[in-house]
């Protein structure tokens, strides 16, 4: 898979996967029925925030995950980049989580970033929360309750971090 | 005092000791040369967002402190509450900052939130830290060195959490 800079063509690509991740409510913060105004200018805001595409270069360029890298605060918080990362469920099992998390990890350090923080892993994601703790990341904090969960109820919330 | 809602005719009461606690760099992370517009469009965003002021009412209505509660995630982590606090220099020490926080954590539980968290109060404010827990936060995270001080370097940011 070839990573790089995601472009206003590859939202096309990007949307179906992304409504249909967040439809789940499993793993992400945002209301289940965005619609796709919203989901758009939330994953692709423009400066300073970065986005890319994991794509497939042995077919025909299918966008098969991509990642959103950000300041996680503004002003004296901005040296701490937050991440978010969207796979399509059709490209599971190939690795494109940690392709993209390897690759962002990089790119926050030649931003200049000095650490990387997420604010709201999904505690019973528990592959995400494995693929993170493989990457660096340690929990530094539990929202207890933080997320309601459509088949298991309230769980918590994960803060991870890592210094870059 | 009282605290009641804030309408756009409070902004003019609220802009100066606000830009003054931003431009401090000490506590907010915020950028410390905010323009009102943006200050305005942060603090008073609309809903769900809500916001309160202190005023004084055995004098001219001066405003004092204000508060501002919002969802701190949305879709399925929007039933745990946010809230962000600025009091006035000039009113320190008159027990704003208590009051404002005893009406706002009301007004979530009025509001139907669960919870309520900050997400990056500033570990060397130490009035503030133990002004939470007073009112029945405990610390739940920490990011190492995620603020930088103006005077002491790099310091922690604390996630704060209390049930309502």
């Given at each position: ?21 967040v ?6 913060t945002w209301p289940r029925d965005v619609d796709?105004?919203t989901a ?125």
């Amino acid at each position: 898979m070839l990573i790089r800079e995601a472009t206003a063509a590859d939202w096309p690509g990007i949307w179906p996967f992304l409504r249909r991740i967040v439809a789940a409510g499993e793993t992400y913060t945002w209301p289940r029925d965005v619609d796709e105004a919203t989901a758009r200018r939330l994953w692709l805001p423009g400066p300073p925030a970065r986005a890319v595409v994991a794509v497939d270069d042995a077919a025909d360029g299918t966008v098969l995950g991509t990642a959103k890298l950000a300041p996680n605060q503004l002003g004296p918080g901005d040296h701490v980049a937050n991440a978010s990362f969207m796979v399509s469920p059709a490209a599971a099992g190939r690795g494109v989580g940690r392709a993209l998390g390897a690759h962002v990890l990089d790119l926050a350090r030649a931003e200049g970033y000095r650490a990387m923080q997420f604010n709201a892993v999904v505690a019973s994601n528990e592959r995400a929360v494995a693929l993170w703790r493989s990457l660096g990341f340690a929990v530094v904090g539990r929202i207890p309750e933080g997320f309601r969960h459509p088949s298991r109820g309230y769980v918590d919330l994960l803060v991870m971090h890592r210094q870059l």
